[in-house]
């Protein structure tokens, strides 16, 4: 057992109250962040930890709406062109200057190999130094989202990566290491003190931050406690502030306990089922030299044996809203009329089976996260039951995150049937999904396609609302696309969960509906 761990068995009977006046911030997760370098995995937990550390041109403020960030004011001189005048008189952590030479260092290393950002800059043609506070972003051709696509991107010290051999993003998915997977130095509110990996990080204030702090910490501690029920002890024990995920089974009886506090918000991120349609045979399956979801006809047999409020119900505890989209309500392009699902439909799902040669059903492994959505296992244990009606036995391989994400997002996305989420990062537009889950493969698209689902009509109307700036236009276009996908059974939707934290009382913070939690609004009272 980690020493975190068995600490916090301990204090969940021999707990002391923190003192009256502390300023030290205590909250946990499932899971670790898996790696200090900001382009390791375009992951919305990885992500939001290190943007304390590290910050873009622009980011999100309380409402969501872009603000400025590390540069003060953007434009666009020309439809191909973004302008990015930079923040005067930023230092880095060690106390060295900030500048142009930065960004566009940065912009390449986050481009370049080895990086999990790839997928925003489809549209990069170049970044250029026009003066020491002043760059230019260049697309090849309109973007009119360009902007909104490098709020995710963190900017990183061309000097501090150039002296510890780091210019280059180590990959994840071949576990491979640098001095910037453990180590991090950049501008924003909070500077790295300490990294146990898979046990604890710890955060101190930066003290030459540029902005205006509006939380009152001293240092912040980030545990890894994977285990639910040890969670809720040493939330409820004080020895952690705060739990940034809470099991559905626990929100009525933390809710219901003196002292703390549930923080409740429906997310942007939609979870889904995917399936290789790539291979002509399947690598996890006993069908050989066929690949069974290559025919929609399985795929829709899939859709339709998978009782989404039945997992709503019994597996989320009601906090989970069914989608028949693979977008969120609040996304720009969601489209309302859409959103309906197929029925369940038990005899038509063993019909389209047989009807497709698999009359007694088939196997398949499904690869399945077991710490990085809410409930994700539990949901994976209930889809493997539900199929299992039609015939179908799922083999469920359920893994860390670090893990999962290594063997479905690795070279040749080693995967045959999986579990994913995903949340329209950085643009909170329909064609970052389109472009990043459901276009084919191959030329920066396609990133996190892990069962590279081929439409060709669909790749066509994707290429067009990428670039297109007439908004009925754009509309119109979307709708069609969301048809051809949903027609298709491209991949199964789910829902999208709802966001649930729970802290002491004394603890103010912000939550958002994309699930970032930006510390610099945490108050210790």
């Given at each position: 057992?980690?020493?975190?761990?068995?600490?916090?068995?301990?204090?969940?009977?021999?707990?002391?109250?923190?003192?009256?006046?502390?300023?030290?911030?205590?909250?946990?997760?499932?899971?670790?962040?898996?790696?200090?370098?900001?382009?390791?995995?375009?992951?919305?937990?990885?992500?939001?930890?290190?943007?304390?550390?590290?910050?873009?041109?622009?980011?999100?403020?309380?409402?969501?709406?872009?603000?400025?960030?590390?540069a003060v004011k953007w434009s666009q001189p020309s439809p191909t062109v973004w302008r990015f005048e930079l923040r005067p008189n930023v230092k880095w952590h060690d106390g060295s200057p900030f500048s142009a030479d930065d960004v566009v260092f940065s912009l390449g290393r986050a481009n370049g190999e080895g990086s999990n950002m790839r997928g925003h800059f489809v549209t990069f043609k170049e970044a250029?130094?026009?003066?020491?506070?002043?760059?230019?972003?260049?697309?090849?051709?309109?973007?009119?989202?360009?902007?909104?696509?490098?709020?995710?991107?963190?900017?990183?010290?061309?000097?501090?990566?150039?002296?510890?051999?780091?210019?280059?993003?180590?990959?994840?998915?071949?576990?491979?290491?640098?001095?910037?997977?453990?180590?991090?130095?950049?501008?924003?509110?909070?500077?790295?003190?300490?990294?146990?990996?898979?046990?604890?990080?710890?955060?101190?204030?930066?003290?030459?931050?540029?902005?205006?702090?509006?939380?009152?910490?001293?240092?912040?501690?980030?545990?890894?406690?994977?285990?639910?029920?040890?969670?809720?002890?040493?939330?409820?024990?004080?020895?952690?502030?705060?739990?940034?995920?809470?099991?559905?089974?626990?929100?009525?009886?933390?809710?219901?306990?003196?002292?703390?506090?549930?923080?409740?918000?429906?997310?942007?991120?939609?979870?889904?089922?995917?399936?290789?349609?790539?291979?002509?045979?399947?690598?996890?399956?006993?069908?050989?030299?066929?690949?069974?979801?290559?025919?929609?006809?399985?795929?829709?047999?899939?859709?339709?044996?998978?009782?989404?409020?039945?997992?709503?119900?019994?597996?989320?505890?009601?906090?989970?809203?069914?989608?028949?989209?693979?977008?969120?309500?609040?996304?720009?392009?969601?489209?309302?009329?859409?959103?309906?699902?197929?029925?369940?439909?038990?005899?038509?799902?063993?019909?389209?089976l047989a009807d497709a040669g698999y009359p007694n059903g088939f196997e398949v492994d499904m690869d399945c996260p077991n710490d990085r959505y809410v409930n994700d296992e539990a949901i994976c244990q209930a889809a493997v039951a539900m199929l299992s009606q039609i015939g179908v036995k799922v083999n469920l391989v359920a893994q860390t995150r670090a893990r999962y994400f290594a063997k479905v997002l690795g070279p040749g996305y080693n995967t045959s049937f999986f579990m994913l989420g995903w949340t329209p990062g950085a643009t909170y537009d329909t064609h970052n999904v389109f472009e990043q889950i459901m276009q084919t493969r191959g030329g920066g698209k396609g990133g996190f396609n892990l069962g590279n689902y081929s439409n060709k009509e669909f790749d066509e109307l994707a290429n067009k609302i990428e670039q297109e700036t007439d908004k009925a236009k754009r509309d119109a276009m979307i709708v069609q696309a969301h048809k051809i996908h949903k027609e298709d059974f491209g991949h199964i939707p789910l829902h999208q969960q709802v966001v649930v934290w729970a802290a002491r009382d004394n603890i103010e913070l912000t939550q958002l509906a994309d699930n970032f939690f930006p510390l610099r609004y945490v108050r210790v009272k």
């Open positions: 057992m980690r020493r975190t761990l068995a600490a916090l068995v301990v204090g969940a009977a021999t707990a002391l109250a923190l003192p009256a006046d502390a300023k030290t911030f205590r909250w946990a997760n499932a899971g670790d962040v898996n790696s200090m370098d900001p382009y390791a995995r375009n992951e919305t937990f990885l992500l939001t930890f290190m943007h304390n550390i590290y910050e873009p041109l622009l980011q999100r403020d309380k409402n969501l709406q872009l603000e400025p960030g590390l250029r130094k026009i003066n020491d506070l002043t760059v230019e972003v260049e697309t090849k051709y309109p973007d009119p989202v360009m902007a909104d696509k490098l709020m995710q991107i963190a900017i990183m010290s061309k000097a501090w990566s150039e002296k510890n051999n780091s210019t280059r993003s180590a990959d994840l998915t071949k576990n491979e290491e640098n001095f910037a997977t453990r180590n991090a130095m950049g501008t924003g509110p909070f500077m790295l003190r300490s990294r146990e990996p898979d046990v604890k990080t710890v955060l101190v204030p930066n003290p030459n931050w540029w902005g205006k702090p509006e939380h009152n910490l001293t240092q912040v501690e980030f545990s890894v406690i994977g285990n639910p029920a040890t969670r809720v002890a040493a939330l409820l024990s004080g020895q952690i502030d705060m739990m940034y995920e809470v099991p559905p089974q626990d929100t009525a009886r933390l809710s219901n306990t003196a002292g703390v506090k549930i923080h409740q918000v429906p997310e942007f991120r939609t979870i889904f089922l995917g399936f290789d349609q790539m291979r002509d045979e399947l690598l996890f399956s006993n069908v050989k030299g066929k690949n069974p979801f290559k025919d929609k006809r399985v795929r829709q047999a899939f859709y339709q044996a998978i009782d989404v409020e039945a997992i709503k119900r019994a597996t989320m505890r009601g906090q989970s809203a069914p989608t028949g989209l693979m977008v969120a309500p609040g996304t720009n392009g969601f489209v309302a009329a859409l959103n309906s699902r197929y029925p369940v439909d038990i005899p038509g799902a063993k019909k389209l």
